[in-house]
Nanobody, 116 residues
């Protein structure tokens, strides 16, 4: 089992920045990839960014050039640096972990609100 604890959400003005963190604990030796998804009211959860155990990254087109995902393997922690935030980035952001046995774990979610 894996537990995910997220932090770093909050309220920010458009154009501002936030940094999200997600720390994994438990059976962390089998991590395949970690990433962030988000869900705004009335919409489906969507991929924001992901990073593999080897360091390969993947971003949604809507955040390319503004968001950066990184990973600190020694701490089993993934970060999402969000710059030039827009009101449409407002959502609950969820940390996601996939392990080598194709199991998926989700964090509890952290609210990001961008005011115009």
């Amino acid at each position: 089992q894996v537990q995910l604890v997220e932090s770093g959400g909050g309220l920010v003005q458009a154009g501002g920045s936030l940094r999200l963190s997600c720390a994994a604990s438990g059976n962390t030796f089998s991590i395949k990839s970690m990433g962030w998804h988000r869900q705004a009211p009335g919409t489906e959860r969507e991929l924001v960014a992901a990073i593999s155990s080897g360091g390969s990254t993947n971003y949604a087109d809507s955040v390319k050039g503004r968001f950066t995902i990184s990973r600190e393997n020694a701490k089993n922690t993934v970060y999402l640096q969000m710059n030039s935030l827009k009101p449409e980035d407002t959502a609950v952001y969820y940390c996601k972990l996939d392990d080598l046995w194709y199991r998926t774990y989700w964090g509890q979610g952290t609210q990001v609100t961008v005011s115009s």
